[in-house]
């Protein structure tokens, strides 16, 4: 009972002792605390954007999540499978693993002739660490064969592809070829590595080839042998004929790129007619240039004033499915396409229907599209419409499963940091952005108008605090009135 009865006595004391030092502050302090305050907020505010441009996510709010919704007794989003529409609008389960399955990109470049070629020049590393790790795995898989029956050179190439450093890997192949000169895998890594020109690599390549024809070589490799399209078209042929599991590097998008660089369009549309199948896995490059043949077929004549008074004809509608299926596929290719959005070289692996595909893809495609007339114009006036057809990718896709929401996670893995990762669907800014934009801003005013009109704001300041307060003292006055002043003195000496 005397706990209970001595808080209001409290109470009341502590209100008097604050309404003294209310009283007793100067302009100044209000001065250092509004700029304080805005300081602080302002530093918040350009961390959040940092943190948000890097990242696509606020701190504070994945803070919250990771350690503060699990004491509050909630269940962690990715715990769950989530359920996907299919393409008839049904809900089916389906893992998100195989959502962001990394593909070894069969257009990539020559690391010594390309890659470190722009690195001296421009002292930027075109390649991540991840990337260059997927690669070392690959070759390991692609070169080495069975580690139970390793050779002498063939133990030298395992631990020259896990090499980080390109001069000791550049070592350890030519120890490989003097403990065989007829290692295969060491001329491949010379070709990729250590040749500064695409004809030194065509020769080391033509070497490697000539010395082991049961070893696969990656797509990339056989498209850029020598730089002459026809030869790699027949050779790729051959090969798909011979070797039917290079499938799994997909070299009929090497063929593809091959057959349009010499404009056989019919060819392009039989390998379109035997890959671009409803059970088959697609690529940007499947729908891309199926839309590109349907594209210029119509696009020279093509007018939108004309098509808004007359509609679209057959063909014409037939070019926009395909641009939208397209762009439904892989909605980060066009502003590469339409140069909305500065090319880099592709890297070493993609992510389907990620930015890095995007990238891969119109590195090598934007001359295909800019050799048929109008196509980049038909582009331009309906790719946008294909967003209006499905409003919320993330839950249901119209031709295609729903577009996966882990893509800009993988794609910042395999992309440099120099470039601007593109992410689909848009990203609102998070909350506490806004919230710190605003307190950041109000405090910035309040230090301003204090600074200005110190008497004036201090006078308001007082006011505030007054009225903030007032409840309590109210509360305290009634408490003191109710009993008589002496059992207050008595509650005192106690």
């Not at 389960?93 to 070629?117: I, Q, T």
């Not at 190439?157 to 980080?164: C, F, N, S």
């Amino acid at each position: 009972m005397v706990c209970v009865l001595w808080s209001p006595l409290k109470l009341h004391e502590s209100l008097t002792s604050a309404s003294v030092f209310l009283n007793t502050l100067t302009p100044k302090f209000y001065v250092a605390l509004t700029g304080t305050s805005s300081l602080i907020s302002g530093l918040i505010l350009i961390f959040e954007w940092w943190y948000f441009r890097k990242y696509g996510t606020s701190f504070i709010e994945q803070v919250s999540v990771s350690h503060l919704r699990p004491l509050l007794g909630g269940v962690e989003s990715g715990s769950t499978a989530g359920l996907f529409s299919s393409v008839n609008g049904d809900s089916e389960p389906r893992p998100s693993v195989s959502e962001c399955k990394v593909w070894r990109n069969p257009l990539n470049l020559f690391r010594g002739a390309e890659y470190n070629r722009y690195t001296w020049v421009t002292g930027k590393e075109p390649l991540t660490y991840y990337d260059m790790n997927l690669s070392a795995q690959d070759h390991q898989t692609f070169f080495t064969g069975d580690t139970q029956q390793l050779r002498p050179e063939d133990a030298v190439m395992q631990k020259a592809w896990r090499e980080r450093n390109p001069q000791a890997r550049i070592r350890a192949a030519y120890q490989a070829i003097e403990l065989n000169h007829e290692c295969a895998a060491a001329y491949v890594l010379l070709a990729e590595e250590e040749a500064t020109t695409i004809t030194e690599a065509e020769r080391l390549f033509k070497k490697a080839l000539i010395i082991g024809k049961k070893t696969p070589l990656t797509g990339k490799d056989i498209n850029l042998l020598l730089g002459r399209i026809k030869e790699a078209v027949k050779m790729m042929r051959d090969l798909m004929k011979e070797f039917p599991l290079l499938g799994m590097l997909n070299i009929h998008e090497n063929l593809l790129e091959a057959l349009l660089e010499l404009q056989a369009y019919a060819d392009v549309q039989a390998v379109l007619a035997k890959y671009d199948d409803i059970s088959l896995p697609k690529s940007a490059t499947i729908c891309y240039t199926s839309a590109l043949l349907k594209a210029r077929a119509v696009s020279d004549k093509f007018s939108p004033e004309a098509a808004s008074r007359r509609g679209l004809s057959t063909a014409e509608m037939n070019a926009v499915e395909a641009i939208h299926r397209a762009v439904e596929f892989n909605p980060h290719v066009p502003k590469y396409l339409l140069e909305m959005k500065s090319l880099i070289l592709p890297p070493e692996h993609i992510l389907k229907r990620g930015d890095s595909e995007a990238v891969a893809y119109a590195f090598f495609h934007l001359q295909h599209w800019k050799r048929a007339e109008g196509a980049l114009n038909l582009l331009h006036c309906t790719w946008e419409g294909t967003f209006r057809i499905i409003p919320y990718p993330l839950e249901k896709g119209h031709l295609f499963y729903p577009y996966p929401g882990c893509t800009e996670t993988a794609d910042r893995e395999l992309l440099p940091s120099f470039h601007e990762v593109s992410v689909y669907p848009k990203k609102e800014l998070p909350f506490f952005i806004l919230f710190t934009a605003g307190l950041c801003s109000f405090t910035a005013m309040l230090a301003m108008l204090t600074h200005q009109f110190p008497e004036l704001m201090g006078v308001f300041a007082k006011a505030f605090f007054s009225t903030l307060f007032a409840p309590l003292g109210f509360f305290a006055d009634k408490m003191e009135s109710f009993m008589p002043s002496s059992f207050w003195h008595q509650l005192t000496r106690i």
